[in-house]
């Protein structure tokens, strides 16, 4: 079978454009839901997508302030209400990932597979905990190479002295727009991208100009900034070893053994502590994205996952 390249469309969610892809057969028995990591959209399933839609039907989100889909100003937690303005959080991605299976999804009763990579992974618990509250749990959540949110709150202990001690000054810089308004244009011009995905894909693998494009674009946006401020102040929110304290159904985690942000050895801590996980995949010499880096490794794990999961 061929793999056709997915379709676009675009929803409407509390007064945002969302864009989203599909492929593969709406008749088949379940469907997977991938979710990109921070900066990404869901261009970074390119490898992935057209193989999984061989076997399920597919889709794809690029969460609100990333990508193609609308990206509103930010509210901090502590700031006044601001028409339009929204609070980027975990638990804000979580429901647009809930209100799409309900909404343009239209699940049912079929199985779903969350699929996360980084902050994506963070999205696909947050929304599994949601779903099982509400009596409609997926049928498997896969994480590749979750985010740790090391710099969380109830993380400081663990953070060497120095950092600790200049924690609030940090904070309050991070705040002022006319701070990161310039920053975030630094950090994403392509030269500075390029240099970053060198550590994210220690291979060297699939790092081409369609990955440099597929991140520089959507940071051209008006507003891109924002998503950029809201999440980097993102310093109370859920970490995983709660989320997954709270969940029965089966997750599955893979993992770049040279990830040089989220370490393969608190992946598997986690694995060690919580019975809901059911398999930890570390894969040699990639790095944080995987499934972009070596598709050809992880697409065999995620269809026979799926398998399994039903």
Aim: net charge negative; proline share 8%.
């Amino acid at each position: 079978m061929s793999e056709a390249a997915p379709a676009d469309h675009s929803w409407l969610w509390q007064g945002h454009r969302i864009h989203w892809t599909r492929s593969g057969d709406a008749t088949a028995g379940s469907l997977a839901l991938l979710i990109h990591g921070f900066g990404a959209s869901v261009g970074h399933w390119r490898h992935n997508q057209p193989v999984l839609a061989q076997k399920v039907e597919v889709f794809a989100l690029d969460l609100l302030g990333f990508g193609e889909s609308d990206k509103p100003r930010s509210r901090l937690v502590d700031e006044p209400a601001d028409p339009g303005a929204v609070r980027y959080c975990f638990d804000l991605w979580a429901q647009q990932v809930v209100d799409f299976l309900t909404e343009v999804a239209q699940v049912g009763e079929r199985p779903v597979h969350l699929i996360g990579n980084s902050i994506g992974g963070m999205v696909a618990l947050d929304a599994a905990v949601l779903l099982s509250e509400a009596g409609r749990p997926p049928a498997q959540v896969i994480l590749i190479d979750c985010a740790q949110r090391t710099l969380d709150e109830k993380r400081v202990a663990q953070l060497p002295p120095l950092e600790r001690a200049s924690r609030p000054a940090v904070k309050a810089l991070v705040r002022q727009r006319w701070l990161i308004a310039p920053l975030f244009r630094f950090l994403a011009r392509p030269a500075f991208i390029r240099q970053v995905l060198r550590q994210a894909y220690p291979s060297g693998e699939n790092v081409d100009e369609e990955l440099i494009a597929l991140l520089h674009r959507p940071s051209t946006d008006p507003g891109a900034s924002e998503s950029f401020r809201g999440f980097i102040n993102l310093f109370e929110d859920h970490l995983a070893p709660d989320l997954l304290a709270r969940l029965q159904l089966p997750v599955r985690m893979i993992w770049g053994a040279e990830d040089p942000w989220e370490s393969p050895a608190e992946a598997r801590r986690w694995r060690d502590t919580y019975s809901c996980i059911k398999a930890l995949e570390v894969l040699p010499g990639v790095g944080h994205c995987p499934h972009d880096e070596i598709p050809e490794a992880v697409n065999p794990l995620l269809l026979n996952w799926i398998s399994a999961a039903g």
